[in-house]
């Protein structure tokens, strides 16, 4: 039985495509999710959603329950997730409008609980391959059959936010080998892992970071206008995959028992 969860970012926290809508209040030991998980299906697929930023975007990336918003998840069956995010471009060729299916990433984050495990017992997850690659290949090759202008894999690099980076920062994460940006990835990816549930991202570059200096330095206007226009392109790339979702023969629920949740 596969249930594909959906964890919205910046301009995508509200599906309207799905049919028997249901909003199923949980209490999770970490607190409360970002927004009430909506539960409903989609052409005979089955779906779970929470909105990362909250319903209406008032949650600080520091401040988003990642662990509640992944227990909740587990909880109602959610066997892969797909988590939209709006990031900025470290590269050239990614331009604004771009989608990006990142199959690395790099913590820069300080200050987020990033692990289920607390207590008696200490988890090493595995994080070579932190994306689930058959699920990174549906979303690349849903969007490439699409027209979509894609690259089906990169680097993201996550910082903790706020505030975005200064142009030394940029500079240096390009020298780095990041390829994208933002402030949410991490550690919702590992926490997926954790809990035994296969995780992709699809990325939409809104914006060339500050290290593009001939370009429009970045604000949140810019990036919810370049969302705002590229909304339906995500929408129609999400509808178009979620049919080829199975239980695939990735690794991804092998790295810890499930069951710990």
């Known amino acids: ?4 969860g959906i964890i919205g970012g910046t301009g995508f926290g509200n599906p309207d495509f799905l049919d028997d809508v249901k909003r199923v209040k949980l209490h999770t ?4 999710p970002s927004s009430i998980p909506v539960t409903g299906n989609h052409d005979g697929a089955a779906l779970v959603t929470i909105a990362r930023h909250g319903e209406h975007h008032t949650i600080a990336p520091s401040r988003v329950n990642f662990r509640a918003n992944i227990w909740a998840m587990k909880h109602l069956g959610v066997t892969h997730i797909i988590a939209v995010t709006a990031v900025g471009s470290l590269r050239e060729e990614i331009e604004p409008g771009h989608i990006v299916f990142p199959d690395q990433f790099i913590d820069r984050t300080t200050c987020r609980a990033s692990t289920f495990f607390e207590g008696h017992e200490v988890c090493h997850i595995p994080m070579a391959e932190p994306f689930c690659p058959d699920l990174r290949k549906i979303l690349a090759d849903t969007a490439a059959g699409l027209g979509l202008a894609n690259h089906p ?3 993201v690099i996550t910082i903790e936010g706020p505030r975005f980076s200064t142009r030394a920062e940029s500079r240096m994460f390009r020298a780095w080998g ?4 933002n402030m949410s990835t991490v550690p919702e990816v590992v926490l997926a ?7 992709a991202t699809a990325a939409m570059s809104t914006d060339y970071d500050c290290w593009h200096e001939s370009e429009e330095p970045v604000s949140w206007e810019l990036i919810q206008k370049t969302m705002q226009s590229n909304t339906a392109n995500m929408q129609k790339l999400l509808l178009a995959a979620l049919p ?3 239980p695939g ?7 810890i028992s499930a069951s710990t949740l």
């Open 244 to 246: 080829n979702v199975g």
């Open 153 to 155: 894999a990169g680097t």
């Open 249 to 255: 023969n990735c690794s991804c629920r092998n790295d």
């Open 29 to 32: 030991p970490y607190g409360s």
């Open 178 to 181: 990041a390829d994208i940006i």
């Open 1 to 4: 039985m596969v249930t594909i």
């Open 193 to 199: 892992r954790e809990a035994g549930i296969c995780y």
